[in-house]
Nanobody, 125 residues
Framework: EVQLVESGGGLVQAGGSLNLSCTVS????????IAWFRQAPGKKRQGVSCINSYDGSIYYAESVKGRFTISIDNAKNTVYLQMNSLKPEDTAVYYC??????????????????WGQGTQVTVSS
């Protein structure tokens, strides 16, 4: 059974940092592409960053390029999203997602069938 559990969210001031974690089980990162999405109130779930399992390509949303970094620790079965220089507009529930999918770009929520429960990130101005 594929399971994903996020942690690391919280309240931070603008300009601060958070490091989100997503611990997974039931699959390996060699077989599943992994992604971070976020959803703000009243808005659609949007892709933030992803890693294509097939060739290791990494993609970022334009709005987070240069500020966020996605990484994987295979030994810990964990994918991270290091978020720096946070802005109030980064406020959202952040989800990790995984599936056997070849990603040519950031990907869409519909591409993924396995999701974590989400973790709230709130950035105050």
């Amino acid at each position: 059974e594929v399971q994903l559990v996020e942690s690391g969210g919280g309240l931070v001031q603008a300009g601060g940092s958070l490091n989100l974690s997503c611990t997974v089980s039931g699959f390996t990162f060699d077989d599943y592409s992994i992604a971070w999405f976020r959803q703000a109130p009243g808005k659609k779930r949007q892709g933030v960053s992803c890693i294509n399992s097939y060739d290791g390509s990494i993609y970022y949303a334009e709005s987070v390029k240069g500020r966020f970094t996605i990484s994987i620790d295979n030994a810990k079965n964990t994918v991270y999203l290091q978020m720096n220089s946070l802005k109030p507009e980064d406020t959202a529930v952040y989800y990790c997602a995984a599936d056997r999918v070849f990603l040519k770009n950031l990907g869409y929520a519909a591409d993924f069938n396995s999701w974590g429960q989400g973790t709230q990130v709130t950035v105050s101005s």
